[in-house]
């Protein structure tokens, strides 16, 4: 072998993978088409589900320190759900995609992990034992596994021949990095009388230290093929039509067109490919899930490759990636179809629309529906399939709040890759030591009851402090493989 698992594509997703590979010691190669990193910003904002794991691996303190990256307030198709902001300990961050990548190159780099670019993959083959990848220069790399993260045109979805079923694009919208003049600096979304609208986000600032907007511009007449160029006049004529006179463009830094289109492969997993990020699902880009989405299949999928390649993996710990997150993905597109319904993307001017949007926005302000859309919106209210499920309300979640528990030791555990037992009435001290190579137990001090906590940060087992071993026991094999 070459490697241990061959990375294709270096955006967020690939290169969060290409990061928990290297937490759980497996060699990787880490290759992208493009001849250099784009400095396009793409997505923009980064959810709490996604923050609390770059915490968890001591990543989040030195990303959030190369700028300036606000605190951001959440949506619903448009509809402001503020109070999410003390919902989590993490709220939203303003984070362009740009800053993602290049943060994680570098750090990559520190760590021997290099990107190797003008890499176009344009054979794969797979056997028993390994996958053989060709790329275009005629360069081969042998792996263990390969991962697709080579986004919504994926070369390795393709040469799979894997089937990508759902919604073509309907219409489509403009999106833009812009700096503006007169824009309220919490703006979001604002429509017109006559159906137009637009959305602007706050990107942090550029090197001058002025304020840059992700601005989406949508309304009747303003749907047109994604090959057509958008210019400035576009970009002004749109403002004028939902603002007025109050706000106006100062500089257009990078402008596309974007689609409606929702899809999904029907398998994650194809022997010893994986599929990830865009490569699996592609949806409407309201409130950066698909960058989210995709760095998050990449912080379940690489400690189970780990454990594969290091030959302790229980029997189908793979075939987990596809079932926890297929569903994941699956609402995702749900959600997002359901706002481009509620926002009127396409600006239709229907008044049922209309009505429906009236009613939800009403409903919207009561606190269950409020915290129940910022949960699904910020990836805090994922809930595996794992066995415990229907016995414990913990299990198949996100570890609580180790903060909060008097516990922050924890992120340093899990900083390791490596499963973490709270055990605060010392009962499983033995049970623990048959794992000792794979798992880290902390005793007495934790003001919690025992849980048995994943490297992805999910719980696993939980129980009570006088109860049975047997369960922690099954729980312990069925993630951690054989005891020592």
Known sequence: MDTDVLVVGAGPTGMTLA????????STVLVDKLPQRSDLSRAGGMQSRTLEALDQRGLLEPLLATGDHPVIDGHFA??????????????????????????????LAAHGIHVRRDHELVGLAQDADKVTATFAHGATVRARYLVAADGAHSTVR??????????????????????????????SHTWSDDGHWAAVFPL???PQGRPLRRLALGGPGRSVPRVVPVTEEEIRDGLRMVFGSRVHLLELRYARRITDAARQVEQYRHGRVFLTGDAAHVHLPLGAQGMNTGMQDALNLGWKLG??????????????????????????????????????????RDPDVAALREIFTAMVQLPDVRDSLADMLSGMAIRYPMPGTETHPLVGRPAPDMDLLGLARLHELLRSG???????????????????????????????????????GYVCWAGSPDGSTHDLERALGCWFGAPR
């Open 19 to 26: 990061n928990e590979l290297l937490v759980a010691g497996v």
């Open 418 to 456: 490596r499963g973490v037992l709270l055990d605060p009435a010392d009962r499983f001290a033995k049970v623990a030591a048959l794992w000792s190579d794979r798992v880290d137990r902390v005793g007495q001090g934790a003001d919690t009851e025992p849980m048995l906590i994943r490297p992805d």
């Open 204 to 206: 942090g600032t550029d």
């Open 78 to 107: 448009g509809i402001p759900l503020p109070a999410h902001l003390a919902r989590h300990r993490l709220p939203w961050r303003s984070v362009p995609q740009v800053v993602i990548e290049g943060f994680f190159e570098e750090h």
């Open 158 to 187: 393709s040469l799979l021949r894997a089937g990508f079923p759902g919604r073509p694009g309907t219409s489509t919208v403009v999106a833009a990095d812009v700096r503006l003049s007169g824009a309220d600096p919490l703006m």
């Open 307 to 348: 454990a594969a390649v290091h030959g302790w993996a229980p029997e189908n710990l793979l075939e987990t990636y596809h079932r926890e997150r297929h569903p994941v993905g699956a609402a995702v597109l749900r959600n997002v179809q359901a706002q481009s319904l509620l926002m009127d993307w396409a600006g239709t």
